[in-house]
């Protein structure tokens, strides 16, 4: 690549800005296309394993996923151990919105919003409760474990985010039809565990823990206004598209 490279800005007189835009195109394209390959593997193997009583589609996402890293791993010999990595920011704006809408779109209503009350209460309060559990027993356990002194923000961190407990898992072995309860209330656990997880991590960011004075507990504060912002900025979208979809009539567009 590199020799190829070099005689196209010989014969083209390409300049060193380009020649460095088109090798970061390359390296961009080369993730992007393995992380596609792996994906519709996924997708593939999964489909054809879809009556099966032992496998389901997680179990073959994991498999194919670790056997896609040892083959990178091999044929780079450990130099392009991080190949398929990507910016976390395009996991949660553009995948993770569609699979959690898919999930939602499928779930029963009337079993999801009559049980709303106590998906809240696991979901918001449970946060709370797991939060502080693990923070008190990190703070405790750490240092009698040898491990290096962290500070209190990074005890709060670490409890926030192993109280955010992923059901996907969870969701492939249970049946909807036959426990829609029990399907409903982890579903819907899951969906307001996670937010609340990811609201209250990124107040105690903002937290100053050498200064515990009152503005030490706005945190609080930011957490209820970002709660309370983002369901309120859902339900509003939510309404929006239901009336919009229900007003127009798109087959008459079609006839």
Known sequence: MAMIMSMMRVAFDIPSDMEKNMAHDHAQVVPITLFVAVLCLCLLI??????????????????????????ILLITQGKSSRILTFNEEVFFIYLLPPIIFNAGFQVKKK???????????????GVFISTSII????????????????????????????????TVCTLQVLNQEATPLLYSLVFGEGVVN??????LFNAVQKLDVSRLDGKAFRVIGDFLYLFAASTAL????????????KALTFGNYFN
């Open 234 to 245: 859902g339900v509003i979208a939510g309404l929006v598209t239901a009336y919009i979809l």
């Open 46 to 71: 999964g489909h054809l394993l879809e009556e099966s009583r032992w496998v389901n589609e997680s179990i073959v996402a994991i498999f194919v996923g670790c056997i896609a890293g040892v083959v």
């Open 194 to 199: 996670d937010a609340t997880s990811v609201v």
């Open 111 to 125: 079993q999801f919003f009559h049980n709303f009350l106590t998906i809240m209460l696991f979901g918001v309060v």
């Open 135 to 166: 923070t008190v027993g990190s703070w405790w356990l750490f240092p009698k474990l040898g491990f290096p002194s962290l500070t209190a923000l990074d005890y709060l961190a670490l409890g926030v985010i192993f109280s955010s407990t992923d």
